[in-house]
């Protein structure tokens, strides 16, 4: 886009050049499309331990009764008990010998 004239410099020239680049990589640089081997299906490892065992199966139990207070969902059932319940325990983490690491508590 620039002439060039006879009496403009080498290092001008090259400086015209730098400035004439882009500043950014293009963003096909920064990312890497996996798409198809997402879609590759990956073979289990035949040196995984296979699972040892009964198999464990659900057991319907009687349909709970009705009431009419319930929260609509999970999540407003758990923000009822944080509120009515601050600082109790709602999940504890342990370590490999069975002592309790962390515990969640429930907040308002």
């Known amino acids: ?3 060039v004239n006879s009496r403009v410099s080498s290092k001008i020239q ?3 050049n730098t400035l004439k ?3 950014r990589p293009p963003l096909k640089e ?3 499309d996996d798409f198809e081997e997402l879609l590759e299906v990956q073979q289990p490892d035949p040196n995984q331990p296979k699972p040892e065992g ?3 199966n659900v057991l319907k139990g009687e349909p709970l009764g009705v009431v009419s207070n319930w929260p609509p969902s999970l999540l407003a059932a758990l923000q009822r008990w944080g ?3 601050p600082k109790a325990p709602c999940l504890t ?8 690491v962390y515990t969640l508590t429930y907040g308002t």
């Open 1 to 3: 886009g620039v002439p």
């Open 14 to 16: 090259q400086l015209l």
């Open 21 to 23: 680049r882009p500043k």
């Open 30 to 32: 920064f990312f890497v």
């Open 54 to 56: 009964n198999q464990v």
């Open 83 to 85: 509120t009515t319940q």
């Open 93 to 100: 983490a342990l370590d490999t010998t069975g002592k309790a």
